[in-house]
């Protein structure tokens, strides 16, 4: 999950390296460095903490070089310190590297016998000291990369490798995580994301999997596994490099839960004509493999597994689907069984994520008929190698905890949806009511963040809890499972969720005056249940705070708080207007308690290793 970039350039690259950290700091935040070749001689500066303290040594002791590699880490193998972040060094070589070296145990044993010397507990270490043994060996550093390569085990090891034996190229690999290679005027880079390289160029090459580059100033010479130089091609960048500024917020979740409205307005664009959902919004060929599938089987994590949950409950009542949700983790270890014309759904923020990657090339052995990836990010991994496409448009989403990219992900499901209830005859104007519900949502979600300031107020009676509990009903019991998480991700309060029906099979011991109790309640058909499983809690003295459609009216007493939507919903709108008010609890709830809530411990954006 640690962010790498890398540039042989014809300047001083140590603010270029620097300007791509930030960009990549989303993916890991525990001790960042970069290393340079100054005057032919290798120089390296690493802190422990931000991409900040890193700037802050630098501007104290400046480094130059006309060739370099930096790193942000998210620690694997060894605690955050300074000795543990990259680059690691062997004499005159220094390697940056995302991913786990299984077999480092084995290596490292192997080189202390042959006199070498560690000076960290990480697993890349190894990667760096068997180049150098090599190096000696061979006299040329990409045999010596390929020849490490070739010894290492645990299928996620790409790095990037500088070495003053070859100053003015770098050598990167790709080994299980992406290599993207950017083509610059005045020099090329290379990174594990293509964020960091588009502030300087948009045209890049990707790395295949067990290719080697050697990536110098003005050429770019790319190897596959078996050693042949080979072509890779040059793509545009369909992203823009966009503004990373806070604005008027106090942070990036603040600033990406207000920008709700606008993303899920780009969501939409072009994909509503005349009260229909285009099929082409999913790609050119989705027409015919829409009007096969019979099922659909959903693989995810985290938040976007949550989504995956919201979709099963409409894909069965709109579109009269079957579906099946799995954790992307869990799917790739089973042995599913795939009925005939089932359309396997893969849902990312990041397209990244290594267990949801793993889950879609499992998913492709097993006679799928066509595998879709809704996605927030481009020329992710997850776009390039699913048959179909759907991207969500959010925009980059930089605060670890998702927001804005989940609401845009229950939009596309909700398009997905609407496309395939059309195939099973739902009737126009049954469908162009649905799509009007769907228009209505970056309007009602405007409203609904006028509860702002009610619910910071709210926050109050959590900031000194240890625990809370969330109940739903429906479609909205996995909006409780989100808002649930969004709590303990980032204010690290102990948060579950529950269906309300559970409660009275387990979880209403746990329920006392300290245990504020979290429910969302439209006015649907279930409310009267919910009802009941409310008095369940006020009956033991819990504390409930019920976000409420404005017609349901609640006996209010003391141990009752009820926080009035703005607006009376439709049942299929429920779930992303409901989630807002629990995005803007977590998030206050976090700034009462003073927690790092962009960057909370322990976590990285972009999730690559299993
Ligand atoms: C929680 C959160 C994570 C991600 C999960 C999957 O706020 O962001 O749970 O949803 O790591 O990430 P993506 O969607 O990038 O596959």
Request: aromatic share 4%; with cysteine.
């Amino acid at each position: 999950m640690c962010g790498i970039v890398g540039m042989a350039g014809g300047q001083n690259v140590t603010p270029i390296l620097m300007e791509g950290l930030r960009r990549l700091e989303y993916r890991g935040y525990d001790s960042a460095g970069l290393a340079v070749i100054n005057g032919g001689r290798l120089q390296r500066l690493r802190r422990m903490g931000k991409v900040q303290a890193l700037q802050e040594a630098l501007n104290g002791n400046p480094l130059s070089g006309a060739s370099g590699v930096a790193h942000t880490r998210w620690a694997t193998h060894g605690k955050p310190s300074e000795i543990n972040a990259h680059p690691h060094t062997s004499g005159g070589i220094a390697v940056v590297h995302n991913g786990i070296i299984e077999n480092h145990e084995a290596l490292r044993e192997q080189l202390e016998a042959d006199g070498y010397r560690f000076a960290s507990e990480t697993d890349t270490e190894v990667i760096v000291h068997r180049i150098n043994y090599h190096l000696a060996r061979a006299g040329d550093l990409r045999l010596a990369v390929s020849r490490t390569i070739g010894e290492l085990e645990g299928g996620y090891a790409s790095m990037v490798v500088l070495s003053d034996a070859q100053p003015d190229a770098l050598i990167a690999a790709r080994i299980g995580t992406p290599v993207v290679v950017g083509l610059g005027g005045d020099g090329n880079l290379v990174a594990s994301d293509v964020a960091a390289l588009l502030p300087v160029t948009s045209r890049l090459q990707f790395l295949e999997e067990g290719d080697v580059a050697v990536v110098g100033r003005d050429s770019v010479r790319i190897f596959d596994a078996g050693g042949r130089e080979v072509q890779r091609p040059v793509r545009v960048s369909e992203q823009t490099a966009d503004s990373v500024d806070l604005g008027r917020h106090r942070h990036y979740m603040e600033k990406e839960i207000h920008e709700q409205p606008a993303a899920l307005t780009r969501a939409l664009a072009n994909r509503i004509e005349d009260g229909a959902i285009a099929d082409s919004a999913f790609g050119p060929e989705a027409r015919s493999i829409l009007a096969q599938t019979a099922g659909v089987h959903i693989v995810a994590c985290g938040t976007s597994y949550h989504a995956g949950l919201v979709a099963r409950y409409q894909l069965e009542e709109v579109a009269r689907l079957p579906c099946a949700v799995d954790l992307a983790s869990e799917y790739r270890y089973r042995s599913p069984v795939v009925p005939e014309n089932t359309l396997f759904v893969a849902i990312s923020q990041s397209g990244e994520t290594v267990d949801t990657l793993a889950a879609l090339r499992a998913a492709k052995e097993l006679g799928y008929l066509a595998t879709l990836a809704i996605c927030n990010v481009a020329e992710s991994s997850l776009t390039r190698e699913a048959d179909l496409t759907f991207l969500t448009r959010a925009g980059i989403e930089i605060g670890v905890a998702s927001t804005k990219a989940f609401t845009t992900q229950l939009a596309a499901l909700l398009m997905l949806t609407i496309v395939l209830a059309r195939q099973r005859g739902i009737g126009a104007d049954t469908e162009r009511q649905i799509v009007n519900h769907l228009a209505e949502l970056p309007g009602l979600v405007e409203q609904s963040l006028l509860l702002d300031g009610a619910i910071a107020e709210l926050a109050h009676e959590f900031a000194d809890k240890h625990h809370a509990l969330f109940l739903g009903r429906g479609a909205l019991n996995p909006v409780a499972m989100e808002g649930a998480l969004k709590l303990k991700e980032i204010s690290y309060i102990h948060a579950e969720a529950y269906a309300a029906g559970e409660l009275k099979h387990g979880p209403l011991a746990l329920v006392d005056d300290d245990m504020p109790v979290v429910a969302v309640a439209p006015n649907n058909e279930l409310l009267a249940k919910l009802r009941s499983n409310l008095q369940e809690v006020r009956a033991r003295g819990g504390r409930l705070f019920v976000f409420a459609d404005p017609a349901v009216e609640f006996g209010d007493d003391d141990g009752v708080r009820i926080l009035r939507m703005p607006a009376h919903v439709q049942p299929i709108q429920e779930p992303l207007l409901y989630t807002v008010p629990l995005q803007l609890l977590a998030y206050h709830v976090a700034v009462l308690r003073g927690t790092d809530l962009d960057q909370p411990r322990n976590l990285a954006k972009t999730v690559t290793v299993e």
